[in-house]
């Protein structure tokens, strides 16, 4: 199958995520192609106009156009954080000691949650604000939220996947006489 760049699947061996060693690991964050320097850069160009703007306007006669300009000035940089940081988000599912590892992170607020891979279910969600939620003994994540439609639907196929392999290791780890029930 083939995912967009947005949708990362790939194997990871011996790498380490929250002390624990993974088998395999989705990763999904919006696609950030600015840097944080190269935003802050933008944002001061923004921030030299105005200031330049109020003072050719101070200039010629604009008592209160400085005022103005601040006003403005602290709106824009605002404004522009606030868009930075809401792409600061990343959700991702591991695969460690047989465990499913959640975490989802908006800006500081860091979520996570441990789940057994045969107890766990991914159901579309009924509202269609994310790709689908992840549920297990009361717990739930809402994934994908800030993908568009496509690609929602393939982090919905790519988390079955996922789980779908999670369950098959869990199994085959079980002594038989278990799986025999």
């Not at 930075?84 to 591991?94: C, P």
């Not at 159901?123 to 568009?148: M, T, Y």
Request: with cysteine.
């Amino acid at each position: 199958m083939n995912y967009p760049e947005l949708i990362r699947s790939h194997e990871v061996e011996l790498s380490c995520i929250n002390g624990r060693f993974s088998d395999s690991a989705i990763e999904v964050r919006p696609n950030q192609s600015l840097n944080h320097a190269a935003f802050v850069r933008i944002r001061n160009v923004f921030v030299g106009i105005s200031a330049l703007v109020a003072g050719y306007s101070f200039i010629q006669g604009n008592l209160f156009a400085p005022f103005f300009a601040l006003v403005n000035i602290i709106i824009l940089m605002l404004l522009f954080e606030q868009v930075w940081k809401g792409q600061d988000y990343e959700e991702r599912l591991d695969l460690a000691n047989g465990k499913i590892l959640v975490e989802c992170r908006n800006g500081k607020h860091k979520r996570s949650a441990e789940f057994d891979p045969l107890w766990v279910r991914f159901e579309a969600d009924p509202l269609a604000k994310c790709s689908g939620l992840l549920i297990s003994h009361g717990v739930q994540f809402r994934l994908g939220g800030f993908l568009n439609p496509e690609q929602r639907k393939l982090l919905f196929r790519r988390v079955n996947d996922f789980l779908a392999h999670a369950r098959e290791s869990a199994l085959a780890k079980q002594p038989e006489h278990i799986s025999e029930l």
